[in-house]
């Protein structure tokens, strides 16, 4: 394997704005091109118009760079943090080739790349470029890692022609987890629900791309298979385990800890356990992700997620009328007023795995921790590790419902934060892997 290439699904809108800075290679056309550019899909075909020319293309459109480290073109209005708080849209430059193709009634820019400028990207979208360098060593190994495993992944479903459903419901339980439905057509998506990929966009320093050089073919393995190294800000306190979050499988790697270097007192870690959780969401137990200073925030987060302030411990507030609306609008289910919202199921880290909505005219229990967090909020809640606190009213309707929380993301695999304090007290880049990726090895495969 020799440093292989992805296809990364950039945007998919109606129109597509693009500009080639440098001469790429327009295939469908048979001839090079550059400048400014838009792209439509009228009918069954996609129209390509320049300043003055226009070309009607019956299937993709493929733009291939002259010289692969100098041509870049930019794609305007890429939305980037999709449904999630800090949801924005900017214009973003690529190395690369640039494919259009058609997808869901629209068109999808699809960046083509090698692995290891993708991974010099996404090390500087998912982080600042500024990050120390054991931190980003760790994670230029745990995001090659998750990539190569999800393409091996989609091979073996299409292979076994598996019929992979995401969906379990029944008249009384919906439960959902959000992992490989959507992309078939390329390899990974560049937003959160993959990993943020913003190309040459982000600017990225030496460091990083020394990290990206160190490490190259370099990736987490259990027994013979590649790890499904998964990341997310702030683990709360404690990780979770894998089949908790996603498809019910045990990944021995990714398996609930406690985020600290010494063994916490003063808590039962059973989190599974409701008055144990309650105890631990309520307070602020150490750990690594507990109280980062400044420093190391600004190391580890871009512009737009140092707005998010409280992360390891959070709260948020809901009027009955406006709970029931966000549930509403989420479920598409009219549960009437609120009366409760139970956890049935928790996780290693406390984390809800199944919550029951108890409504004046509907009772659901749903989950997992996505699904959860995407049905309280109008974008996310910070993580499903919650305890609730009603405020009742004289017809016993509660009046309020405060959520108190722990985290910020999934918490399965590395605590990006937690880890950027390890690589700040003094640890190396395999000692972080080993701490969030227990029965792991690093190895060498290209």
């Avoid at 091109?33 to 118009?49: H, L, R």
């Avoid at 010289?67 to 690369?96: A, M, Y």
């Avoid at 390329?186 to 982000?202: E, K, L, P």
């Avoid at 997310?232 to 908790?244: D, L, P, Q, R």
Wanted: charged share 30%.
């Amino acid at each position: 394997m020799e440093n292989p290439k992805i296809s990364v699904g950039i945007l998919n809108s109606e129109e597509i704005q693009f500009e080639l800075f440098g001469y790429y290679f327009f295939e469908q056309a048979n001839k090079i091109v550059k400048g400014k550019f838009k792209a439509k899909k009228v009918d069954e075909k996609i129209i390509v118009e320049g300043i003055n020319e226009k070309f009607e293309i019956n299937d993709n459109a493929r733009f291939i760079p002259q010289n692969e480290e100098l041509d870049s073109f930019l794609i305007k209005d890429v939305i980037i943090g999709v449904k999630f708080h800090w949801e924005r849209k900017e214009d973003q430059q690529f190395l690369g080739e640039l494919k259009i193709i058609k997808e869901n009634n629209k068109l999808t820019a699809v960046n083509i790349i090698s692995i290891e400028h993708y991974l010099i990207s996404v090390i500087s979208s998912e982080m600042s470029a500024t990050s120390s360098e054991h931190l980003l060593k760790a994670h230029a190994i745990i995001s090659r890692s998750w990539l190569l495993a999800q393409i091996e992944k989609s091979k073996k479903i299409k292979q076994n022609k598996e019929n992979y459903s995401t969906i379990k419901s029944s008249i009384d339980e919906y439960i959902k987890w959000y992992d490989r439905e959507d992309h078939l057509l390329y390899d990974v998506c560049a937003d959160d629900h993959c990993q943020r990929y913003q190309g040459i966009t982000r600017a990225y320093t030496e460091t990083v791309k020394q990290a990206v050089n160190f490490t190259r073919g370099l990736v987490l393995k259990y027994e013979d298979e590649i790890c499904d190294a998964r990341f997310y800000k702030s683990c709360g306190g404690h990780t979770e385990n894998f089949e908790n979050v996603w498809e019910p499988k045990h990944h021995p790697y990714l398996v609930g800890i406690p985020d600290y270097k010494f063994t916490i007192d003063d808590y039962d870690l059973d989190l599974t356990k409701e008055k144990n959780a309650e105890i631990w969401i309520r307070t602020t137990p150490p750990a690594f992700c507990a109280k980062p200073s400044e420093k190391i925030l600004l190391q580890v987060l871009n512009d737009y997620d140092l707005i998010t302030k409280d992360f390891y411990r959070w709260k948020v507030e809901y009027e009955q009328e406006e709970l029931k609306e966000i549930i509403k609008q989420k479920t598409g289910v009219d549960f009437g007023y609120i009366y409760d919202l139970l956890p049935v199921e928790r996780g290693v880290s406390g984390r809800i795995i199944k919550l029951k909505i108890v409504g004046e005219k509907q009772t659901l229990t749903i989950g997992k921790e996505l699904e959860i967090r995407k049905t309280l909020s109008k974008s996310h809640l910070y993580s499903s590790a919650f305890v609730v606190d009603k405020i009742e009213s004289s017809e016993r309707i509660p009046k309020k419902f405060i959520l108190t929380g722990a985290g910020w993301g999934h918490g399965v695999g590395l605590c990006q934060i937690g880890a950027a304090v390890m690589a700040d007290m003094g640890y190396k880049f395999d000692e972080i892997l080993a701490h969030y990726f227990k029965n792991s090895n690093i190895e060498k495969i290209y």
